[in-house]
């Protein structure tokens, strides 16, 4: 692989896969060239759809919210894993590729002390009991969590990550673009 950037986020489109429950994704141009001078889309959706970061405020009414992460949760070294990650440093970014979190795993990590934890799937764990009690885990112990990553075209490895939240003031999470590049 070439030195440069990977764009691991999901496009945002109309009909995309969503939590369950969660509203439908709306893109709707509302205006156009042709009929007032330029193009405005409209957007509609939940703030945990596509790639996103979860606050502590997801699950915590007195967490941080997404406009109070530190820039340096989500922009630094990265290490991604195929599958459970076996062994982590404080401080680290992990982004699991082909796997959720397991309630063990979570607990691990969030005695390493990790930063961020990234997957390619909606959700850090399965749906239920389960999903809720490993983001309680991991968010109550500062992780910032990134999830539907788009890890399928990149290979296990070290990398720099650039992952960039809206900074939607007092929210619990937000849609982000995120990036990678090899570390050399």
């Known amino acids: ?27 709707e141009l509302i205006a156009s060239i042709q009929s007032g001078g330029c193009n405005v889309t409209a957007l509609s959706m939940c703030a945990h759809t596509g790639t996103h970061m979860d606050a502590p405020r997801h699950y915590f009414p007195d967490g941080a919210t997404i406009d ?3 820039p340096d949760a989500a ?9 459970l990650p076996v062994d982590c440093r404080p401080g680290e970014r992990i982004l699991v590729k082909g796997a959720i979190l397991t309630l063990p795993a979570a607990h691990q990590l969030a005695r390493c002390g990790v930063r961020l934890v990234g997957v390619d ?12 009690a490993i983001h309680r885990v991991l968010l109550a112990a500062g992780v910032w969590l990134l999830e ?15 992952a960039l939240p809206l900074r939607i003031a007092g929210a619990d999470g937000a849609p982000a673009r995120a990036f990678l590049t090899p570390r050399r």
């Open 121 to 132: 799937s909606l959700s850090v764990g399965p749906g239920g009991d389960e999903g809720d």
């Open 1 to 27: 692989m070439e030195p440069g950037w990977i764009d691991i986020s999901t496009p945002i489109r109309n009909g995309m896969p969503h939590w369950p429950g969660d509203p439908d994704v709306r893109v």
């Open 75 to 83: 922009i630094g070294p990265a290490r991604v894993t195929a599958g």
């Open 68 to 70: 109070q992460m530190p």
């Open 148 to 162: 539907g990553l788009d890890l399928g075209a990149v290979e296990p490895g070290d990398y720099d990550l650039v």
